[in-house]
């Protein structure tokens, strides 16, 4: 009686750990692909399930080791992620709002402050370092007061300059600001002004601030 002999072939642990590890990139990509076409961006999830298929390419038809392949993966990923990162439409800013007279708390890293907003005089010339200047518009000098809620005394500045926006959705960058020397000492109100200029068909303005948080603060300029 004659007998054949197979051979067997033995599957190691290197090509269960391949076979496990493309099946996860295939699950990532495709979730990825998904989540990417729910959120609006039809190319970038079309790149995600462009990769999914790459997976299923041998490694020897591009020409290249399984771990290379791998590496050329995550690689195409990172790429595709930047794409979808920079096609995002930014974040909607959210808005406290609050009118002339009414306090409000800032917060910057551990230190909290209160600001009011006062008041809001329009002015054809200011005064700069003593000489006069003068605009086709107007300048708008925004005054208030700032107290630090603190125990210590602490420097207070805005990490991003306040900004003025009409009811036409205009955005005013600061002109100028002033704010008294020294350290703001705890539960001491100091006084502070912002200079901005607008043009003289500016109107419905809101005086903007924005702290550590993801919600700015609005200040309806217009006298009650």
Do not use: C, W
Not at 25 to 47: D, E, H, M, N
Not at 84 to 99: D, H, I, L, T
Not at 124 to 142: D, L
Not at 161 to 190: M, W
């Amino acid at each position: 009686m004659n007998s054949e002999n197979k051979e067997v072939k033995e599957i190691g642990l290197k090509t269960i750990f391949t076979y496990i590890l493309g099946f996860l990139f295939l699950i990532f990509f495709i979730t990825s692909g998904i989540i990417t076409i729910k959120a609006g961006q039809l190319v970038v999830g079309v790149l995600y399930f462009l990769l999914s298929i790459l997976v299923f390419v041998p490694h020897h038809l591009l020409r290249i080791t399984q771990s290379l392949k791998f590496v050329l993966l995550i690689i195409l990923f990172v790429v595709v992620a930047g794409i979808s990162g920079s096609g995002k439409p930014p974040a909607e800013q959210k808005y406290e709002y609050f009118g002339l007279g009414k306090t409000f708390n800032l917060t910057f890293g551990k230190n909290t402050f209160s600001m009011v907003v006062r008041e809001a005089k329009h002015d054809a010339k200011i005064s700069v370092s003593g000489k006069e200047v003068t605009t086709s518009g107007y300048f708008i000098i925004v005054t208030g007061d700032i107290v630090n809620l603190g125990s210590e005394p602490i420097d207070f500045k805005f990490e991003k300059d306040p900004e003025l926006k009409d009811n036409q959705d205009r955005h005013y960058t600061l002109y100028g600001a002033g704010l008294a020397v020294g350290k703001l000492q705890p539960s001491v109100a100091k006084e502070v002004s912002y200079v901005f200029e607008i043009p003289k068909d500016a109107s419905g303005l809101n005086f903007i601030v924005k702290d550590k948080t993801d919600v700015a603060k609005s200040i309806d300029l217009k006298r009650e």
